[in-house]
């Protein structure tokens, strides 16, 4: 099972995916929220608490967080460092081995594409993870950092040439088809 | 009392400054270290775990930390928002306020001029609190941002027009100069 967290101070994405049978299935997924005219050092601490609620509550074997590399947006890169940072420290008080993957690797192994924007990761991880309606943006790119890290654990077994992410995919558009 | 950190994973600067009548004297500085082979999440709890220890020893009444803006470094910029969050839920969680400062402001602060280099950081720091000898440079950058937060708090009173910082550079140099 894992805990993907796109983190964030005002609005922090997580998404616990669990792996059955060939299959990856969304157990939880949301938003934390910390009130924007609290002291930062408070906000964080909140988004600390609720985020060690929600390992003890699922017990993931890993957290995946989101690695930004800051050239686009300078303003906001500093938060979500901070976020990040609170997740970490969360998830290594629980023992929890943490991986840290990049916005692109991600977009590529959800949407086969490692630019496509947040609708299409949105739309993608609806269909891959068979929701019944999208989750919010926050929310669907935790379920999509979760869900390529548990791709790249162990692929989907496959008969054919093609990983087992090009199957699912392929296999998500089918179903969505029809 | 104020407990100034200059965040980072690797390497994360630390300085506690009070002040004593109209001067500002450091009681502790330092640079805390991480394992670079460890997992991040062990890292930055352990980083979190000294923090907490120093705030406990010090009891400062406000933490002062470096607001980065990661216009230059973008490959360390992650990590030095991960030790800030750590930072600031460190001081939270003691109940303890926060303030971010950005390098620009320490900078003109304790030099006078806001593009000052680390080294002239480093060696106004060491006139300016009358060290032995200079200190780190992590650590004189957290000692310099405690110093800043200190003095805008309560410029030391002068009698003459000037601000306190000037007075307080000008005395500094004075007895550099003796």
Redesign the interface.
Known sequence: MALGIDPGVSRCGYGVVVRRGGELVAREAGTLRTQAGD????R??AL?EALAALITRHRPGV?VVE?????RN?RT??????????A??A???AG???V?VSPSEVKLAVTGDGAAGKDRVQAMVTRLLRLPSPPSADAADALALACCHLWRAAPVPVAEPGDGLARAVAAALAREAR
Chains 1, 2 share one sequence.
């Open positions: 002291d930062l050092g408070v964080l601490s600390a957290v690695r930004v590399l800051f050239r300078a890169a500093m938060s979500v460092g901070q976020a990040s940072g609170v970490l420290v998830a290594a008080r929890i081995p943490v840290e």
